[in-house]
């Protein structure tokens, strides 16, 4: 595993490995890994012949007031699980390179990024299509992989290529969870032993709507009102939202269909996490 922190560098060595014909796999972090960004990594061995890690903690994802500061940073942690993977490159550029002064040139995907968690964090996913956006010029990967656990995200990175006509293929993998559900997140690490027990409603309450759809409730309304009272049940969990969409516009729906996505977001303590399940009956 090497380690390449400037820009340049980067990119010279990506031309020689697409030169050689060599497909090339890039998997974008903000590091303090954990399993789900480490399945990214072992489906990217297995479908590439080169493989990038990123870990970036990309200043403009985060709002005033945000996390950015304090956000979870421990590269000899990660430089240890990546050991098992045989990776090729960790890419490690310096915030000063990839935003120089007089940094004013961004990537929206209007509409998509405006919904959900759009709402709470209105620059959130600007800043995250502008990185995604950098991390794919510099590296020039065949295929990047992303985690279904930030759904908005990897919908709004596969609507970018799509319509910047990037030629890469972005491949999206499901959420990996704790023993009791829990997705598996960085920022899971800011929860007390008593946030961190009352985290679990969250996927409980998503399991409820798949239970209760399962046993023939046809009511939506009826059903977002008791995965509310469920997770408003814990005293320590503050809601943003939760509702269901339709998984490939984020629209709202209004009553239940085959296919819909349940999605929420709710603050705990300091953390603002997030979760979803997809319910497909048809
Ligand atoms: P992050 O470091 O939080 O920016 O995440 C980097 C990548 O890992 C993103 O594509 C995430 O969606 C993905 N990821 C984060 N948590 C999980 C999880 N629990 N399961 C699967 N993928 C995840």
Known sequence: MREIRSLKEMRLYSQKVRSYGKKLGLVPTMGALHEGHLSLVAEARRRAEVVVVSIFVNPIQFGPGEDFSRYPRNLRHDKKLLKDFDIDILFLPE??????????????????????????????????????????????????????KDFQ????????????????????????????????????????????????ILYKALCLAQREIGAGEKDLNKLLFRMRSLIGSEPAVRLDYVTAVNPETLEEVKRIKDKMLFVLAAYLGKSRLIDNLLIDTG
């Open 153 to 200: 995200q990897q919908l709004i990175i596969k609507r970018m290529v799509r319509d910047l006509n990037l030629p890469i293929e972005i491949i999206s993998l499901p959420t990996v969870r704790e023993f009791d559900g829990l997705a598996m997140s960085s920022r899971n690490a800011y929860l007390n032993p008593r946030e961190r027990k009352s985290a679990v």
């Open 95 to 148: 915030a000063e390179e990839m935003f120089p002064g007089g940094f004013k040139t961004y990537v929206e995907v209007e509409g998509l990024s405006r919904k959900l968690c759009g709402k709470s964090r209105p620059d959130h996913f600007r800043g995250v299509a502008t990185v995604v956006t950098k991390l794919f010029n510099i590296v020039c990967p065949d295929l990047a992989l992303f985690g279904e």
